[in-house]
């Protein structure tokens, strides 16, 4: 029973991974899971410089899920090759570093100083993230800005590129395209959708930041339909994600196109869910007398 699958010429033990901001950087969540039977760790948002993050309170729990507007608090590029990438090079799993930015030379900037780390197999890159010479709006809410900052990317990163798409846009298919067009080696979707909770006896807003980021079970049909889109507009591999808490989740991504998949808010609920996913994709190729997890991928047309 082959359980392997290849994502731009990268092979995975197979298709589970982590969300990006759900896990840590692995070290936090070693004590409850092996990592050694991951397909790969997707570490949390990684900046050229540590990001404070933004005001509290910036987490709320919401119907099938959570609102979040940490605001990418992270401890920088420095830190994470210091300490985190010589913990993971432990383990056998593949890691993808998730790299965000303010603009086009602080993603550069990451990217170049992980070029030359043994441990880093792919680079993620979150275009959610504000633009800021142009404004605010995210590099990945606009097909030209996404397709220029891949474009750059492509020409400083040594391992492939992994671009991580916003639902917050008209058309995913659309943005899938611009990515593939201007080099990138893979895609991951979705990313979290905009949200909104107010307290109505404090009559103000649950989340400081007004706005954050809806993630978990509710937003799973909206996540696989995108995923379908995006599959079938472009060639490259796609990487889904979007309210997984089962392997009957993480199938259904398959079946709709994606040659990854990556559990996030669940892992909150529970820190177990990761190997209960493999474990579980892996009965369900018993029950199906499913040989090789690739016939599974796009099987749905």
């Not at 050694?36 to 919401?62: D, I, Q, S, Y």
């Not at 993603?107 to 100083?113: G, L, T």
């Not at 909770?197 to 339909?225: C, H, L, Q």
């Not at 196109?257 to 892992?267: D, K, R």
Request: charge should be negative; proline fraction near 5%; include cysteine.
């Amino acid at each position: 029973m082959n359980t392997q699958v290849t994502i731009a010429g990268v092979t995975f033990k197979n298709p589970v991974m982590t969300a990006s901001g759900t896990f840590g950087s692995g070290m936090e969540y070693s004590e409850f899971v092996d990592l050694n039977r991951l397909g790969a760790v997707v570490t949390k948002g990684v900046a050229n410089v540590p990001w404070p993050g933004n005001p509290t309170p910036r987490v709320a729990e919401v119907y099938g899920g959570m609102l979040n507007a940490i605001g990418l608090q992270n401890p920088g590029v420095d830190v994470m090759i210091e300490r985190d990438l010589p913990f993971l090079a432990d383990f056998d799993t593949k890691v993808i570093v998730n790299v965000c930015g303010k603009s086009v030379q602080d993603y550069v900037d990451v990217v170049e100083r992980l070029s030359d780390q043994p441990t880093v197999h792919m680079l993620e890159i979150n275009v959610s993230c504000p633009n800021v010479k142009e404004g605010g709006i995210a590099f990945g809410q606009d097909p030209k800005a996404l397709f220029e900052i891949t474009q750059e990317l492509k020409k400083h990163a040594k391992q492939p590129i992994i671009m991580k798409l916003s639902p917050n846009v008209t058309s995913i298919a659309e943005m899938a395209k611009a990515a593939e067009a201007a080099g990138s080696d893979a895609i991951s979707l979705i990313n979290t959708i905009t949200g909104m909770k107010i307290d109505i006896y404090k009559k103000t807003f649950a989340i400081a930041n007004k706005t954050g980021g809806m993630s978990g079970p509710a937003i799973k049909p909206v996540a696989v339909r995108m995923v379908y889109e995006a599959s079938h507009a472009v060639k490259i591999p796609v990487i889904g994600m979007g309210g997984i808490a089962t392997a009957e989740d993480a199938i259904e991504f398959m079946l709709a196109g994606a040659t990854g998949v990556a559990v996030g808010a669940m892992n909150f609920h529970n820190p177990y869910a990761t190997v209960e996913v493999v474990e579980g994709i892996e009965r369900y190729m018993q029950e199906q007398g499913v040989e090789d997890i690739n016939e599974l991928i796009g099987a749905v047309k």
